[in-house]
Structures are given as C-alpha cells and as structure tokens.
C-alpha cells in the first residue's frame, strides 16, 4: 500500500510540473511579446555599437536601475523588457565583463526586492532569456550562476547541458524557463524567511 500511495504522489508531482510548465510556456509567449512589443532603441543601439566604452557604459546605467533603492515597482517589467532589447542590441559589442555585469545586476536585484512578487516575476524572466540566450557563447555566466546561493550544482549541470545541445533537441522555452524557475527557488525563498525572521 505504501509503494502505491508513493507512486501516486510522483504521478501527482508529475502533473504539477506539467501544469507549471504549460502555464510558463504560455506567460513567456506573453512576456516576449510584449518584450518586441517595447519601445524601438534601434536607432540608439546603431550608436551605441559603434563604441565599445560607450556601449558598456549605456548598459551599467540600464541594469544598475534594477537595483535602485526606489524602484518602479508599476513599471518593472518595462524597466526589464528594456534592459533585455538594449542588451539584444549592442551585444555583439558587449564583452565578456558587460555580461557578467549585467547578469550579476539581476540576480542582485532578486535578492534584493525577493519579497516584491512582480518584481521577482519580471527579474526571473530577465535572469532567464539573458542566461538561455547567451550561456552556449559565454561562459562567465556560468561562472556567476554557480557562485549564487543554494543553487544545486547537480541540477546546474544538468540545465546547462541542455542549454549547449542542438536547438532542435532542447525542450520548449516554456519548460526551459520552469526548470529556471526552481534553480533560483532556493535562492528566492531563502532570501524572504532570513528576511522574515530578522
């Protein structure tokens, strides 16, 4: 009887997993459309590309933003939407020091405002599309998300490995981006109780 009441609470979290991963699928097709929906930095970005130090500079001053003492809370997922189609832009002048920097920013800006739920939603899907995106070409990503705290090694490994297959072989984004989401679990959640028992 208790093999069967354990094999119906892994078919039960089973479920619940494809269910997180359906429902993520669809907000990310949502959240990307609203990121190509945003406001056109094209012009800006032609600029920007042509500098290097200008380029880096424009991006410190963008994501820092994600970690103002004030932030637009009504407005974060414009402030993130932004950040990602500026970064999307000037990338290909963007060096290895420029992605670590704006990765880092993110992560700090989970830690900071973890009890902020839009806020943590919006910097998810930031920390996400930058480390799907850009993680097979830069390695200093990787770097970083292994010195984040209670990030399970194992399961790391296990992400990156499919991040660095053939695109045709990688599970849907939605999935991809579920899988995200619990890796900075333990981060997120440890950061609210530490908070709460202060």
């Known amino acids: 009887e208790e093999e069967e009441e354990d094999e119906e609470d ?63 809370t009504t407005k974060c997922h414009t402030t993130t939407d932004f950040c990602w189609l500026l970064l999307q832009k000037v990338h290909p002048k963007a060096s290895a020091e420029d992605m670590k920097y704006c990765f880092t920013m993110v992560l700090n800006g989970l830690k900071k405002y ?42 790391l490994n296990l992400f990156d490995k499919t991040l660095l297959e053939p695109q045709k072989t990688r599970p849907p984004l939605g999935v991809l981006k579920h899988y995200f989401k619990r890796l900075l679990k333990g981060f997120t959640e440890t950061v609210v109780r530490k908070r709460s028992e202060e």
């Open 10 to 72: 892994d078919e039960d979290d089973d479920a619940d997993d494809l269910d997180a991963a359906e429902s993520d699928a669809a907000e990310l097709e949502t959240e990307m459309q609203s990121v190509s929906d945003s406001a056109n930095v094209t012009k800006l970005a032609a600029c920007l590309v042509k500098n290097g130090e200008v380029c880096s500079a424009v991006l410190v001053i963008a994501f820092s933003g994600l970690v103002w003492n004030e932030p637009l």
């Open 114 to 155: 973890s009890t902020n739920k839009a806020y943590v939603d919006a910097l998810t899907v930031l920390a996400f599309l930058i480390y799907q995106t850009y993680r097979p070409s830069c390695y200093v990503l990787r770097q970083v998300m292994k010195h984040v705290p209670f990030i399970n090694a194992f399961y």
